[in-house]
C-alpha cells in the first residue's frame, strides 16, 4: 500500500499542475479599449500610397469559433496592378489574405459575393509584407482578412493597397 501513495500523490500534483498551467495561459488581461490605436494610425499613415486604394487594420477579435479575426470590405477599388502593405505586431504572425468580390443589391444594401482569392501570406510580426495583386475590372471590391492563432486578443494588423513597387517610408515605421 505503501507504494500506491506515491503514485497517487504524482498523479494529483500533475492533475493539478495541468490546471494552473491551463488556467495561466486562458487568463489575459484584457487590452485597453483604446489599445494600439496610435500604432495603428501610424502604420496607416506611414504605408499609406497618395495613389493608393486604401486600406484596413485593427485588432484581431476571437469569436464564437475561437478564431481571432479580423476584415475589413473595401468597394471602390479601380482596377489595375497594386501591392498590398502589410505589417502585425503583438503576435508571431498573421496571416493576410486579399480577396475579390461582387456584389448585387438587396433591399437597401449590398450583398458581396466573395470572388477570386487574390493574394495570401502569412506575415511575420516586425517586418513589412508585400502581396502583389492585380485587380480585375468585373470586381466590384476587395476583401483584406486577418486571422491568428493568437487569441489574446492583443494582435494588430494594418494593410494598404498602394501603387505596385511603391516603397513606403520606413523611417516612419519604426
Excluded: N
Excluded at 504524482?10 to 495561459?25: F, I, M
Excluded at 482569392?117 to 506575415?123: G, H, I, S, Y
Amino acid at each position: 500500500m505503501l507504494t500506491r501513495a506515491p503514485a497517487r500523490i504524482a498523479l494529483v500534483g500533475a492533475v493539478v499542475a495541468t490546471a494552473l498551467l491551463l488556467t495561466g495561459c486562458s487568463q489575459h488581461d484584457p487590452a485597453p479599449d483604446h489599445y494600439g490605436q496610435a500604432w495603428l494610425d501610424r502604420m496607416s499613415s506611414a504605408l499609406s500610397d497618395a495613389h493608393g486604394q486604401g486600406g484596413a487594420g485593427g485588432r484581431l477579435t476571437v469569436g464564437d469559433d475561437g478564431r481571432a479575426f479580423a476584415g475589413a470590405a473595401l468597394s471602390s477599388v479601380s482596377p489595375g496592378s497594386y501591392d498590398v502593405l502589410a505589417v502585425c505586431r503583438s503576435t508571431a504572425t498573421v496571416r493576410i489574405s486579399v480577396r475579390a468580390f461582387t456584389s448585387t443589391k438587396d433591399g437597401e444594401g449590398d450583398d458581396l459575393h466573395p470572388g477570386e482569392a487574390l493574394a495570401e501570406r502569412d506575415v511575420p510580426c516586425g517586418a513589412t509584407a508585400r502581396l502583389p495583386i492585380t485587380v480585375d475590372r468585373r470586381v466590384d471590391g476587395i476583401e483584406l482578412d486577418a486571422e491568428t492563432s493568437d487569441r489574446s486578443g492583443r494582435a494588430l494588423w494594418s494593410a494598404q493597397i498602394t501603387r505596385r513597387g511603391w516603397q513606403p517610408d520606413l523611417d516612419r515605421i519604426g
